[in-house]
Nanobody, 115 residues
Framework: QVRLVESGGGLVQAGGSLRLSCATS????????MAWYRQAPGKQRELVAA???????NYADSVKARFAISRDNANNILYLQMNSLKPEDTAVYYC?????????WGQGTQVTVSS
């Protein structure tokens, strides 16, 4: 019973901040690559940030210097600190775990940034 549950989304004004969390269970998620994706209406799902088991990180160009991905290995929790939010960041954000044989996804959390 692998489960990923995102939280922390909401409505903020441009320039504001949010911290997203992804709590995992049923899998040793911290041993795998974990990532945040987002999908805006009418657009394809895109990678926002990823972090490896060794804590190596990768960011989309659009969020570099504004977002920070991190993980709590002891509790298998993934975080995304989002600063200087822009209306273009509005999307449903999904937590992802890349396991050896399959991928797992959360249900998503809505982030809306008003202009």
């Amino acid at each position: 019973q692998v489960r990923l549950v995102e939280s922390g989304g909401g409505l903020v004004q441009a320039g504001g901040s949010l911290r997203l969390s992804c709590a995992t269970s049923g899998i040793a998620a911290s041993t795998y690559i974990m990532a945040w994706y987002r999908q805006a209406p009418g657009k394809q799902r895109e990678l926002v940030a990823a972090i490896s088991g060794a804590a190596s990180t990768n960011y989309a160009d659009s969020v570099k210097a504004r977002f920070a991905i991190s993980r709590d290995n002891a509790n298998n929790i993934l975080y995304l600190q989002m600063n200087s939010l822009k209306p273009e960041d509005t999307a449903v954000y999904y937590c992802n775990v890349r396991a050896s044989l399959s991928e797992y996804w959360g249900q998503g959390t809505q982030v809306t940034v008003s202009s």
